[in-house]
C-alpha cells in the first residue's frame, strides 16, 4: 500500500554548513556529493597538505590501490519521493578511513548520530557497540589529522532498542545461535578475511522526515547489528562508527526502508560528467521510463551487483569481449582481469589519435598518452560497452588527465589490471555521466545521461509490498532537456560549493571516417584536471 507522502532519511551533516539540494519542481529532496580532495572539502577537514597533490602520479596511486584492496573484499564474498538526506547533508570521500563515502545518521531515542559508511557491496547496517576500549571514540584516534569524536551505540540508552533473538525470521545467521528459543541473534560480517565486524542483532529507529510542509519526523523500525568487536580495517581506518549496507540482502537498508512502506526498494546514483566535482544519491528513485536496463546477475556468495557485458566497440568497431562484471560506486576505477583487460586496451589504443607516452610500472594505468600544454580538445574513438538483453552503455569519461615532472601533462585510460581470482569492476569512471539506477524490485540496472541536477520526471513509484512483482514500466518520455540547460544546484547556503571546479578538458568522441554514425558514437564529456570519482551522495561506500 503506497504512502501519500514523501520522506527521506534524516542524515544530519558532517559539516553543518554543507548543504542539500532540492528540485522543487518535483518536490525531490537531492544529496549533493562531493570529491573529498577538493580544495574546499580538504580545508574544511583540515588535511590539506596530508594529500597527495591532485592530478599528480601519486594522486592516481592513492585512489589505484584503495581500489584494489577493496576489490579483494568483493571477491570474497511512487508519489513518494525518493528517500536522500536531509538538511546539510553531503558525501566525503574520507581516503585515510579507507572508504570513499560516509553520511552521518541519526539512529535510537534520544535520537544519536553517527559516521557511517555506505557501501553497495555490504548488506548490514551495524554501528560500534558494547565494544569498550577496542571502540574509536575520535577520528583522531583512526589516524584522521583532525579531532572529530564519534558517538558509540549503547541499547541501553536507547528506549526504543529491542534485541533479535535467534527465533526470530530476522535473524540471519541463526545456525550460530547456541539456543535457538532463547539467546540473542549472532552475526558476523566480512570485508575480508581480516576485517570483520561481530556483535548481536536489535532493532531500533532510524529517522526520517516527511517532505511537507510540516516536515513531520518519522520512525522507521531497522534491523541493527551492535558490532561489538572489530578487526582489521573496521578496528583502525575503514568504517570505524559504522557501516549502512546498500547491499542486494533483504536486511539491506533499501530492503529496510521498502518492508517499511517508506520508499521504493530502488535507489539511485548519479555522478556528474566533471569528475570529482558534484553527484548525488536518492533512495525510492527507480529512474527514468525510458531509461537502459539490463538485469543483475546473482552469483553466490557475492552480494553485489552483477551484470553480463555481452560486447564492446571501440571506434564502432566490434571487439571480441564478454565478462561478469560488479557495478561498483565504491571504486574509483574500473579494474579488469584478462582477457577482458587486453581485449579493451588493446583495442583502444589500436584507435587512439595520441602518442602513447611509456608507462611508469609503479603507476596503475598502462595505456597513456602525451597531451600538450596547451590542449584543450582530446579526440578519442567512441567506446561503446553492451550489456545482456542489448542496452548499450556510451562510455564518457573513462581518463584521467595527469601532471608529469617538468610541467607536462598525459591522459590514461583509467582501466586498471587485476589478478585472476579479482572479480571485474566497473567502477565510478565508467559511470561518470549517467544517473546510475539499482532497481531491487524489478533486479535491473538502469542508466541514463544525467549530470545530477536536471529536472526530469522519474519513476519514484510507491513502494510496493514487499516481494511483490511490479507493474511494468509505462512507455518512454519524452527526450531529456540539454544538460546545459538543466539548473544548477543552489549554492547559498552552501560555502563549499561556492569553491567553482578547475578548468575543465573537453574529450570528444569521433567516429572513424570509415564507420557510420550510432548512438554513442558522438559527444563531449568534460571531465576535470583530478580525473578520480564524486563523492558519492549519503556518503557512500558505496
Known sequence: MAIGRHVFVLLS??????????????????FEVHHMFSDAVKQNLGFDNLVPEEGSLEYFKVLAQRDLFRGRGLASNNEDSPLTSAEGNLTVFVSFLGSLHYANVSVGTPATWFLVALDTGSDLFWLPCNCGVTCISDLKDAGFPQSVPLNLYSPNTSS??????????????????????????????????????????????????TEDVDLKPVEANVTLGCGQRQTGLFQNFQAVNGVLGLGVKDYSVPSLLAKAKLAANSFSICFGRVIGVV???????????????????????????????TGLSVGKKAVGFSMFAQFDTGSSYTHLREPAYSAFTKAFNSRALDIRTPSDPQFPFEFCYNLSPNATNITFPPIDMTFEGGSVMSIKNPFVTIKTEGGGRMYCLSIVKIEDLSPNIIGQNLMAGYRIVFDRERMVLGWKRSNCFEDESLTSAPPAEFGDTPPPPSESEGPSPPESEAPSPPTESNPLLRSPPPPPLVFTTTPPSDSTESPGSSGVANVSPLGSLLLLSLLAFL
Open 13 to 30: 551533516a558532517l559539516v553543518l554548513s554543507w548543504g542539500l539540494e532540492r528540485c522543487e519542481a518535483t518536490g525531490k529532496f537531492s
Open 160 to 209: 526504543t532498542s529491542s534485541s533479535i533473538r535467534c527465533s526470530d525470521d530476522r535473524c540471519f545467521e541463526s545456525s550460530r545461535c547456541s539456543s535457538p528459543s532463547s539467546s540473542v541473534c549472532p552475526y558476523q560480517v566480512s570485508e575480508s578475511t581480516t576485517t570483520t565486524s561481530t556483535g548481536t542483532l536489535l532493532q531500533d529507529v532510524f529517522h526520517l522526515v
Open 279 to 309: 553527484g548525488r544519491i536518492s533512495f525510492g528513485d527507480k529512474g527514468y521510463t525510458d531509461q537502459s536496463e539490463t538485469p543483475f546477475i546473482s552469483v553466490e556468495p557475492s552480494t553485489a551487483y552483477g551484470v553480463n557485458v
